[in-house]
């Protein structure tokens, strides 16, 4: 997996896939950044948690060697995991449709015009109906085992 690494949703896959090489250790786990330390402006907590999905990562990297300097350096990430990854799973929400994850939707459309390019995108509604269904199946066993 490639991913910016950043936190949120990008960090969850990490850990997800940190997970799954226990199982299948050829899996590769690959952070690229935009730029040098991204973590520097979280709260101290959110680098820890960073710090340690860093130890299991396969590659790190950074795009720019340099701090934040302006947008370009997120432009160039973004060129960069497109031109190197077979597709894109993206979480997105429509609703918010701001930064990074639409321009990433509209230049991985654009890639999938062009050539074959898997896009998978899962949206806030997905997410909901799916922890909808989690909790309707936990309420379900839970009355099943109260018998």
Known sequence: MLTP?????????????LE???TYP????????AFQNQEEQWKEDKQEYYRTILQG??????????PYIGPWQFTARDDLLLR???????VYDEDAA???????KEKAVKKQQNEDYTIISVT????QSIAEDERMNSVSEYE????
């Open 98 to 104: 701001e930064g990074s994850p639409r321009f990433v």
């Open 26 to 33: 050829h899996l590769k786990l690959s952070i690229i950044t």
């Open 5 to 17: 690494g950043q936190y949120g949703v990008d960090l969850w896959a990490c850990e997800v896939v």
């Open 144 to 147: 099943d085992s109260s018998f």
């Open 57 to 66: 990562v396969d590659y790190y990297g950074a795009v720019s060697k340099q």
């Open 124 to 127: 806030s509604e997905d997410i």
């Open 84 to 90: 190197k990854s077979d597709g894109i799973l993206l």
């Open 20 to 22: 799954l090489k226990k």
